[in-house]
């Protein structure tokens, strides 16, 4: 999954937040997964604040295969 939110007007208004969760608990319902991973920018502060308000943790994975440095990744779980 992909979340892009580039229209500056939905930023700041719990629009990804509000996707994430409802995706989260459509995938422990329907595919009992237990975790979402992420790869976000290091120098993207917003989305890393966001997503630990939703109960990410910074955290290193075997899911996602780091390209370069500048990208960080998050897990969740649920």
């Given amino acids: 999954m992909?979340?892009?939110i580039g229209n500056e007007d939905f930023r700041g208004k719990m629009v990804a937040s509000e996707v994430i969760i409802g995706s989260a608990k459509w995938l422990?319902?329907?595919l009992n997964n237990n975790k979402i991973v992420?790869?976000?920018r290091c120098d993207n502060f917003p989305a890393i604040r966001?997503?630990?308000?939703?109960?990410f943790i910074l955290a290193d994975t075997p899911h996602i295969t780091k390209i370069t440095d500048e990208v960080q990744t998050m897990v969740l779980s649920i």
């Fill in 38 to 40: 992420l790869g976000v």
């Fill in 28 to 30: 422990k319902q329907n």
């Fill in 2 to 4: 992909v979340i892009l």
């Fill in 50 to 55: 966001a997503y630990q308000k939703i109960g």
